[in-house]
């Protein structure tokens, strides 16, 4: 903890924007990651969104582009950004291809060599840095999951696995069933082996038949995104759900694609659906959504 | 005007986000530039804020990380953003240095060679522009300029110099003397040569003495701007303005500094300010702020 830089600091909205440098114990290796600090976190501790970024992204796409700031400063609403993977550390074929190795963790646990001594996202993400910025900074347990692509399918198993910790989930165009997808068979094969009984616990649309947990999930899907049929498959979900009796609402936003354009159009109502279930007050909500607080 | 090109086209808060490529005339150069046109823009033309970028930037800085889409799909306002120099020339050391050449063409009409044959952004951004975005697009030829840092001065000189072209003007942490700052002594120098009364038709500060024209000025300046006393120099442009009663607003924002959170902070003030004057309605207005819309 002791070890923790901050790398800057500005001011947005009225509260921080934060970057940190640290060393991860779970990865082994150096990490950063963002946080924005609303105004109210200068007087009592705040509830926390994670946000899990895509492909090819590091810790700062979201914290430029989604324009999230204002909502959150308004809600009191902190948002923790990681990075995709780990980084510095220099595997065999790990920085050929943007769509595997850095900046492609895909937020599991790694168990093949020689990717399991560093790729262990779903532990950095849900365990080690929650722990890390609780301690540091103005921070309360109350979490919220959401992301974006990769980060999509992130945020859906995050609340799948261990729905205990987080009170809301979200995801704008998940990758929802990796284990049918060419990204997800890539990058699994690699990370878990070529076994796919071991992929079936970091795949959402085969883990939602096997927990029993009702966490509801939102999902926004642009109908113009390039990768919707190949490899977001929103549909193996939502039929997943439906035959388990899961909530979920899949909100097909038309003529949107991939982008962060995309992101930036519909953030203000995933804020508000996780300060809902937050706890936080939500002043002018423009979304009928309810998340289940319990 | 049929040779310009669509490039890329993005949905965004109910509008779109498009991108160009053209051959400019009066830089003799190809060029890309980028236009918000807001939801109004399907059945009727719009007025258009022309955004000036700072140093270093591209048509794509502000369009990515400002944040005023949202605001804009309401007001019903178009975003038109240049590039911030001529693209794709090769003259001596005009790539060495990152506030001098490409990314840094100040928004004059250069009169030294071999600038002269390329550097001619007044007319670009002032005259071909407008032109071609009002011949090709849903927009007006009703228009507000604002920018950043060097766009910042652009916009003061567009204002200063033309204001029967614009119903209003604002700036983000403007070079306002650029006589007076490094930045600006290293491009007049080589742009407009050594004669310093030359300068004086395209530096803020002293245009405003020689002008008489009452566009009212709308500044917001970060007090922590690591830029503000050796390079933006607001002070110098107010007293100027009182000296000569010119309408000048100038907002000094605690804690901010130079980059892009300081401008999202801000920018829906600015949008709501120009908004008024192209004679939108504005729903939700957070600031008493009245343009002259004469």
Redesign the interface.
């Known amino acids: 903890m002791t070890t923790t830089r901050e790398i800057s600091r500005?001011?947005?909205?009225?509260g921080q924007?934060l970057r940190f440098a640290h060393r991860s114990s779970v990865l082994d290796c150096a990490m950063t990651f963002g946080v924005y600090l609303p105004p109210q976190a200068e007087y009592e501790a705040v509830p926390a969104l994670y946000w899990l970024s895509g492909l090819t992204c590091t810790d700062e796409n979201f914290v430029?582009?989604a324009?999230a700031?204002?909502l959150a400063s308004e809600l009191g609403l902190a948002i923790v950004c990681p990075d995709t993977s780990p980084r510095g550390t220099d595997l065999p074929g790990e920085h050929d291809d943007w769509d595997f190795g850095s900046g492609a963790g895909f937020y599991i646990n790694a168990t093949e060599a020689p990717w399991s001594a560093h790729y262990n996202m779903y532990d950095y993400v849900t365990r080690e840095l929650p722990a890390l910025v609780e301690a540091k900074l103005p921070l309360t347990d109350k979490r919220s999951v959401s992301g974006h692509s990769m980060g999509g399918h992130g945020a859906l198993i995050c609340a799948l696995k261990d729905p205990q910790r987080y009170l809301s989930a979200s995801a704008f165009a998940p990758i929802c069933h990796p284990s049918e997808s060419p990204w997800g068979i890539k990058a699994f094969s690699h990370y878990l082996g070529d076994d796919r009984n071991a992929w079936r616990e970091w795949d959402a649309t085969q883990l939602v038949s096997s927990v029993g947990t009702q966490l509801p999930i939102l999902i926004d899907q642009?109908t113009?995104d390039e990768f919707l049929g190949e490899e977001l498959k929103p549909g193996n979900f939502e039929q997943a759900c439906i035959g388990t009796h899961h909530p979920l609402e899949v909100r097909m936003q038309g003529?949107?694609?991939h982008?962060?354009?995309?992101i930036?159009?519909f953030i203000?109502d995933h804020l508000r659906y996780h300060a809902r279930a937050l706890g936080l007050v939500v002043v002018q909500p423009n979304s009928g959504l309810q998340a289940n607080t319990g």
Chains 1, 2 share one sequence.
């Open positions: 500005s001011r947005i909205f009225g924007q430029v582009k324009g700031q204002r642009g113009a003529g949107y694609d982008s962060y354009y995309f930036a159009s203000d």
